[in-house]
């Protein structure tokens, strides 16, 4: 272990919570010899989550995000934070600057744009400065869709263009998530314009694209997808995958000073009914949230909201163990034998690749984040210096996806060809 000598290696903050505990199991069963405790505001309910999943001696240290002296002291004494308190944008910040201001590693579950990016252009710098790695998005959002960009292209001597396609699969007794990860998309639909303005300010901190090669890659609200196995439609994903990946590219891109992959991200519907449902679902709550009233009464009521499909209790263990996930990758681009030729080209190679899983909120989640920690502790210094990262820039060269493997989740090459005449 890269260990910095603090008395814990690792931290799990807002470990009471849905996700938390699920952390907290995971650090337990699957983390042997490092030290750890669990933290939060209360010492009560994070020991009543402890007992809830079987746990027994494990240190507690208590501390809150209102409080900047607590956060310092608990920060400081970790090599490595797991930030599992959402939502970000309203708790995220006092964690990462007292472990930028600590000297602490970070990696949390974050899954809004907003807060991520925001986390990137305050904290950067000071990061760098530090030698810290502060590691957004270390969740089901995004490292399907991050590392699994990563892992398609390492089968192309350049990849053009990439689309994913999330599928979920779940028993009999439906898909569940709990009301805190609804609250946070319900949160990140309202700052559409706060993003807009981050975005500007980062515009003139970040490298400046290289351009793409070949016609732009349209990505569409909804339409049926042929390629995948049972057909039928599929929408554009409305979570983080998009921008952490494009964010992800842009970086790699400056680095190796080839152009950017492009990229698009859909989840599959299936029949058009599930699609006019969505529909229906996703424009009846973005209308109420436009008012104060009635973005509080989708707050505070989401099973009402989503037909049952978010709640405060949260999916039952008998979902989560009927439920799993995979995304499928389409890509194309230039093979190892022509893109040495230079990348002007015509794409010659198409590859299908899939990354898979168990239940992705709080099964899958629990294992990304934990395999995150565990490699800012283990390899930090293979991750170079310091700075705000997606988990692919951040864990490029370490055993990261190894751990990931080890763990039951799948990276699988499905099929190589030439694209279509």
């Given at each position: 272990?890269?260990?910095?000598?603090?008395?814990?290696?690792?931290?799990?903050?807002?470990?009471?919570?849905?996700?938390?505990?699920?952390?907290?199991?995971?650090?337990a069963?699957?983390?042997?010899?490092?030290?750890?405790?669990a933290?939060?505001?209360?010492?009560?309910?994070?020991?009543?989550?402890?007992?809830?999943?079987?746990l027994?001696?494990?240190?507690?240290?208590?501390a809150?995000?209102a409080?900047?002296?607590?956060?310092?002291?608990?920060?400081?004494?970790?090599?490595?934070?797991?930030?599992?308190?959402?939502?970000?944008?309203?708790?995220?910040?006092?964690?990462?600057?007292?472990c930028?201001?600590t000297?602490?590693?970070?990696?949390?579950i974050?899954?809004?744009?907003?807060?991520?990016?925001?986390?990137?252009?305050?904290?950067?710098?000071?990061?760098?400065?530090?030698?810290?790695?502060?590691?957004?998005?270390?969740?089901?959002?995004s490292?399907?869709?991050?590392?699994?960009?990563?892992?398609?292209?390492?089968?192309?001597?350049?990849c053009?263009?990439?689309?994913s396609?999330?599928?979920?699969?779940?028993?009999?007794?439906?898909?569940?998530?709990?009301?805190?990860?609804?609250?946070c998309?319900?949160?990140g639909?309202?700052?559409a314009k706060?993003?807009?303005k981050?975005?500007?300010?980062?515009?003139?901190?970040?490298?400046?694209?290289?351009?793409?090669?070949?016609?732009?890659?349209?990505?569409?609200?909804?339409?049926?997808?042929?390629?995948?196995?049972?057909?039928?439609?599929?929408?554009?994903?409305?979570?983080?995958?998009?921008?952490?990946?494009?964010?992800?590219e842009?970086?790699?891109?400056?680095?190796?000073?080839?152009?950017?992959?492009?990229?698009?991200?859909?989840?599959?519907?299936?029949?058009?009914?599930?699609?006019?449902?969505?529909?229906?679902?996703?424009?009846?709550?973005?209308?109420?949230?436009?008012?104060?009233?009635?973005?509080?009464?989708?707050?505070?009521?989401?099973?009402?909201?989503?037909?049952?499909?978010?709640?405060?209790?949260?999916?039952?263990?008998e979902?989560?163990a009927?439920?799993?996930?995979?995304?499928t990758?389409?890509?194309?681009?230039?093979?190892?034998?022509a893109?040495?030729?230079?990348?002007?080209?015509?794409?010659?190679?198409?590859?299908?690749?899939?990354?898979?899983?168990?239940?992705?909120?709080?099964v899958?989640?629990?294992?990304?984040?934990?395999?995150?920690?565990?490699?800012?502790?283990?390899?930090?210094?293979?991750?170079?210096?310091?700075?705000?990262?997606?988990?692919?820039?951040?864990?490029?060269?370490?055993?990261?996806?190894?751990?990931?493997?080890?763990?039951?989740?799948?990276?699988?090459?499905?099929?190589?060809?030439?694209?279509?005449?």
């Amino acid at each position: 272990l890269e260990s910095m000598g603090r008395e814990y290696g690792v931290i799990v903050f807002g470990a009471s919570g849905f996700t938390g505990k699920r952390v907290m199991v995971e650090m337990a069963a699957h983390a042997p010899g490092v030290k750890w405790a669990a933290a939060g505001r209360s010492a009560d309910r994070i020991k009543s989550a402890m007992t809830t999943v079987g746990l027994l001696d494990v240190d507690v240290v208590v501390a809150d995000c209102a409080d900047e002296s607590a956060m310092n002291d608990m920060c400081a004494r970790a090599d490595v934070v797991i930030n599992c308190t959402g939502p970000f944008r309203f708790y995220g910040e006092a964690v990462v600057k007292a472990c930028v201001n600590t000297g602490t590693h970070y990696v949390d579950i974050t899954g809004e744009p907003e807060f991520m990016e925001k986390m990137e252009n305050l904290y950067d710098e000071p990061a760098k400065e530090k030698r810290v790695h502060i590691v957004n998005c270390c969740g089901f959002d995004s490292v399907p869709a991050d590392e699994g960009m990563l892992f398609t292209q390492e089968q192309f001597g350049y990849c053009a263009r990439a689309e994913s396609f999330l599928a979920l699969h779940s028993g009999g007794k439906g898909f569940a998530g709990h009301s805190t990860t609804f609250e946070c998309v319900v949160h990140g639909v309202g700052a559409a314009k706060e993003l807009k303005k981050i975005r500007a300010e980062l515009a003139e901190k970040r490298p400046k694209p290289i351009p793409f090669i070949g016609p732009k890659l349209k990505v569409q609200d909804l339409y049926t997808e042929p390629r995948l196995k049972d057909g039928g439609y599929v929408a554009k994903f409305p979570g983080a995958d998009a921008s952490v990946v494009r964010r992800s590219e842009l970086y790699r891109s400056a680095a190796t000073g080839k152009p950017q992959s492009q990229y698009g991200a859909y989840m599959v519907i299936g029949s058009l009914w599930n699609a006019i449902r969505l529909g229906f679902h996703q424009k009846t709550i973005e209308t109420a949230i436009s008012f104060d009233f009635g973005k509080k009464h989708v707050l505070g009521n989401p099973g009402f909201w989503t037909a049952g499909a978010f709640s405060h209790e949260g999916p039952t263990e008998e979902q989560m163990a009927a439920t799993s996930f995979d995304m499928t990758f389409y890509a194309s681009g230039l093979s190892e034998g022509a893109a040495a030729g230079g990348l002007e080209g015509k794409p010659d190679k198409t590859v299908v690749t899939r990354v898979s899983g168990p239940e992705p909120g709080y099964v899958a989640t629990p294992i990304f984040v934990v395999a995150a920690a565990l490699t800012c502790l283990e390899e930090s210094k293979k991750m170079g210096p310091g700075g705000v990262f997606t988990p692919s820039l951040a864990f490029k060269g370490t055993q990261y996806r190894q751990k990931l493997i080890k763990r039951g989740i799948k990276f699988e090459v499905l099929e190589e060809g030439k694209p279509a005449e």
